[in-house]
């Protein structure tokens, strides 16, 4: 069955940098893109990225364009989030989802990034 | 900016019928938006009910069901259950690789 598990999350001050990785099973990951999705205490998900299936070609929300990047390695079937800059506003639960015909199908549990001094 | 609009909540009764609405603040909303349905409670990560309009993620319910209901996509729930009773978003393609989630309907089963 599918499963897709992050790690990396962690507290980080303002202005600094986190990691996420998204390792995924129980599908042909090579074959599909791959989002990034994120969700503030409290409040509804956010689209953040996505990468295609050929992990070249990517694209970001605005409030992350030119702070974040996705980036995949088929070989080792994991899906990274490198963020930098990092804000408050940042603060919130990251998974991973993959795509399915410009869909959402499955979805990781997340991994929880705060941004605090 | 086009939003994506959702009921904000939403009351069915044990056994009843309800639909849950996704629609555009400008425009209609079409099989081309390839409109998905997540159903989620507190604390856990959603789960997919519905995508691309009306295919049935793995393992759900019959009773869940997708559409397009005039401008609009829907998911329909027959029968509702107690377990029913989550937080639903629906997320939309919007073109050129950018997505946009509703702000999620929270149904109760009462």
């Known amino acids: 069955q599918v499963q897709l598990v992050e790690s990396g999350g962690g507290v980080v001050q303002p202005g600094g940098s986190l990691r996420l990785s998204c390792a995924a099973s129980?599908?042909?990951?090579?074959?599909?893109?791959m989002h990034w999705v994120r969700q503030a205490p409290g409040r509804g998900l956010e689209w953040v990225a996505f990468?295609?299936?050929?992990?070249?070609?990517?694209y970001y929300a605005d409030s992350v364009k030119g702070r974040f990047t996705v980036s995949g390695d088929n070989s080792k079937n994991t899906l990274y989030l490198q963020m930098n800059s990092l804000s408050v506003e940042d603060t919130a639960v990251y998974r991973c989802a993959k795509d399915e015909g410009w869909s959402f199908h499955y979805w990781g549990q997340g991994a929880l990034v705060s941004v605090s001094s | 900016q086009t939003v994506v609009t959702q009921e904000p909540s939403f009351s069915v009764s044990p056994g009843g019928t309800v639909t849950l609405t996704c629609g555009l603040s400008?425009?209609?909303?079409?099989?081309?938006?390839?409109p998905s349905w997540h159903q989620q409670t507190p604390g856990q990560a959603p789960r997919t009910l519905i995508y691309?309009?009306?295919t049935r993620s793995s393992g759900v319910p019959d009773r869940f069901s997708g559409s397009i209901l005039g401008n609009k996509a829907a998911l329909t729930i027959t029968g509702a259950q107690a377990d029913d009773e989550s937080d639903y978003y629906c997320v939309l393609y919007m073109g050129r690789a950018i997505w946009v989630f509703g702000g999620g309907t929270k149904l109760t089963v009462l």
């Open positions: 691309t309009t009306n």
């Open positions: 400008s425009g209609s909303v079409s099989t081309t938006h390839y």
């Open positions: 990468i295609r299936s050929d992990r070249t070609n990517k």
């Open positions: 129980g599908f042909s990951f090579s074959n599909y893109g």
